[in-house]
């Protein structure tokens, strides 16, 4: 399961990442490279999004690891 939090948490990061790009130079890098709410491009944000929601568990695991 560690490669499914690996890869989770970087889709998440790149997924910040591009949420910074919008902010900061109102840039939106997946609109840019798959299309503008494009199929693609949605899935793409269905996919950040499911594994931010799956990236809440971390919070009970950490204190697992803490107990233990």
């Known amino acids: 399961m560690k490669w499914f939090d690996n890869t989770a948490l970087t889709l998440v990061v790149v997924g910040a ?7 900061i130079f109102k840039f939106d890098l997946v ?3 798959f299309g503008n709410l ?4 949605r899935a793409i944000y269905a996919i950040i ?6 990236l809440i568990s971390l919070y009970g ?7 233990s």
């Open 49 to 54: 999004g499911l594994c931010g929601l799956y």
């Open 38 to 41: 494009s199929f693609l491009s």
């Open 61 to 67: 695991r950490i204190g697992d690891l803490s107990r």
């Open 31 to 33: 609109a840019f490279l």
């Open 17 to 23: 990442i591009n949420w910074l790009l919008v902010g």
